[in-house]
């Protein structure tokens, strides 16, 4: 999954910059229009000038004021942090100022795009491969501020688990070669499947069919425990596909999330149009909250994409402080929150230090 999404010269995500969107594979929150990037500015807005206001409160401030960090990580081609940067420069000039807005991103390709849609706000936007990037080049060890990702930790690579019923107990799916394709294979080594946060329950493991399959994603709980780590003061949000725990483990979900997309298509063959499209498995939000509060971040807000986009429109139009409302604000407001759209889709996750 690594391999085809983010190889270098073949990945999915490396071939083409506009593969999501109104003309690729898959739709996203951001290729609705800029009106999703407005509204997580008027948020993130509100979150960073009370950080601000609290931290000048505090007794004991040293001189200045606190350095306040918006941190996007995986920005594909950079337009959601265009919308978001530009509502913040027009709306919350002070602000816009005060705020040092760095992309996590470890592809250079994708750096490149990002550039070539930031240029108009290169001097507020710096890159970086990862957060030990961050602490090596700024000696920053914790960060104040925002950290957050839209449709990032469905796209990191899973375990793909498999339930055998007769000798009930779990086995690992791998990838084999047979002539000129790819097929499923039982890895024949035995995995230490006490590390997943797989079913335990003798009721529920009586009813999974023999084959029963679901997705183990480590590297989103570790990119989810690094961020918070970092996180001195602020918020923790990811906007994604995904599920909580008791939907996550379902009898009728026989195959697991794991899902590909090509052309607005999803398709059950993984194995198929390798480096050709996308590939997604749903996010166990339970245990990423789970991660974040480990690591003493408290859990403020999980919830649909609907709900969340509702209650920030409300605060926004309580304040007065939105203006106009256009049709095609509209249109893309019922897009973002209709449930057969993508207000049921994705689920947000909003923790904080």
């Not at 609705?32 to 509204?39: I, P, Q, T």
């Not at 086995?171 to 006490?194: I, N, Q, Y």
Request: with cysteine.
């Amino acid at each position: 999954m690594e391999l085809a999404l983010y190889c270098p010269v073949h990945g999915y995500y490396e071939k083409e910059k506009d593969n999501p969107g109104r003309h690729g594979d898959f739709y996203t929150s951001v290729g609705v229009g800029e009106l999703f990037g407005r509204l997580l500015a008027f948020q993130f807005a509100e979150w960073l000038e009370t950080l601000d206001s609290q931290a000048l409160a505090a007794p004991k401030r040293s001189v200045g004021r606190l350095p306040l960090n918006l941190i996007e990580a995986g920005a594909h081609d950079g337009q959601l942090a265009k919308d978001i940067l530009a509502w913040l420069q027009l709306k919350r000039p002070k602000l816009f100022k005060q705020i040092e807005y760095w992309i996590i991103e470890p592809s250079p390709c994708r750096q490149k795009w990002q550039k070539e849609t930031l240029k108009d706000f290169a001097p507020r936007v710096c890159w970086f491969t990862g957060f030990e990037h961050v602490s090596r080049i700024t000696h920053r060890t914790t960060l104040n501020g925002i950290i957050f990702s839209n449709e990032l930790l469905d796209a990191m690579p899973v375990r793909r688990l498999g339930w055998d019923a007769q000798n009930k107990k779990w086995f690992e799916w791998g990838v084999a070669v047979d002539g000129e394709k790819f097929v499923w294979a039982r890895l024949p080594t035995a995995f230490p499947f006490s590390a997943f946060h797989l079913p335990s329950s003798p009721e529920l493991l009586a009813v999974l069919p023999d084959g029963y399959t679901l997705e183990a994603c480590p590297a989103a709980e570790n990119w989810w425990r690094d961020a918070a780590q970092v996180l001195e003061r602020g918020k923790l949000l990811t906007i994604d596909y995904g599920f909580l725990a008791d939907e996550h483990f379902s009898p009728n979900r026989r195959h697991g999330t794991l899902r590909a997309y090509f052309r607005h298509h999803a398709s059950d063959d993984l194995l198929a149009n390798v480096g050709e499209q996308d590939l997604t498995a749903h996010v166990n939000f339970s245990e990423i909250q789970k991660v974040g509060e480990a690591c003493g971040l408290a859990t403020e807000n999980i919830s649909m994409q609907s709900q969340f986009l509702t209650r920030i429109l409300e605060k926004a139009a309580k304040g007065n402080s939105w203006g106009t409302w256009t049709p095609a604000q509209a249109r893309q407001f019922q897009t973002l929150v209709h449930p057969e759209h993508l207000g049921r889709a994705f689920r947000v996750l909003v923790q904080s230090r």
